[in-house]
């Protein structure tokens, strides 16, 4: 059955910053594997990851998690090597069909990915889903060390007109980096995390340009 829009669309010009993980795609079940063979490997130990903990880089998931333990550097190689080969792969998008990127560009919405998750492997994940070319800006952790909000101040910037920048993500982080860039804030309720403020709640990803048309 074809989805029905209201006529009015998104008039003003839209940015759009997604988080990744917990917000477009669904990535908990490739990162809690590459983490316990990487906890396997590195400490002897059979270790099962939380849905709280995901989200934050890999360093930060670490001392989380093995605060104290002394092998990190080789804990973060060995989850790289699971997870960049293999276990990536395990990652899904909350929501398949093509048309909802292709409605929120007709709708005057300007795509873009703000992530901790490292860009080549956000960049193969679109590729394989068929989505990449939705996308303008994908900034992840390059591994310059350069926070979420921070990047995506930079991205912001890059606008030299008025328009309305909103942040979607499942996080307390990406709620912070939006008030930090001074950008509204969609918080993805279906994702890993929890928020105590008082946000917009996105139930689903489908709904977000009738939400949009709210703000």
Do not use: W
């Amino acid at each position: 059955m074809k989805r029905q829009f209201k006529k009015q669309s998104i008039l003003q010009k839209t940015n759009l910053y997604f988080d990744f993980d917990g917000t477009l795609f669904d990535s908990k079940k490739g990162i809690a594997l590459a983490v316990k063979k990487a906890a396997e490997e590195v400490y002897d130990i059979d270790y099962e990851l939380p849905d709280e903990i995901i989200g934050p880089p890999i360093s930060i998931i670490h001392d989380l998690i093995f605060p104290g333990f002394n092998k990190k550097e080789a804990f973060i190689k060995a989850f790289r090597n699971f997870y960049d080969n293999t276990y990536f792969t395990y990652s899904t998008p909350y929501y398949k069909s093509i048309k909802l990127f292709s409605d929120l560009i007709t709708f005057n919405c300007n795509l873009n990915i703000v992530s901790n998750k490292p860009t080549t492997i956000i960049n193969k994940l679109l590729d394989l889903n068929n989505i990449d070319k939705y996308f303008n800006h994908v900034s992840g952790n390059s591994g310059f060390n350069i926070s979420k909000k921070h990047r995506l101040k930079s991205l912001v910037e890059l606008e030299n007109h008025v328009c309305l920048n909103i942040v979607i993500g499942d996080t307390i982080e990406d709620f912070e980096m939006a008030k930090y860039t001074n950008c509204k804030f969609i918080f993805a309720k279906y994702g890993y995390g929890t928020i105590n403020a008082e946000v917009i709640y996105l139930d689903k990803l489908d709904s977000l340009i009738k939400l949009i048309q709210k703000i």
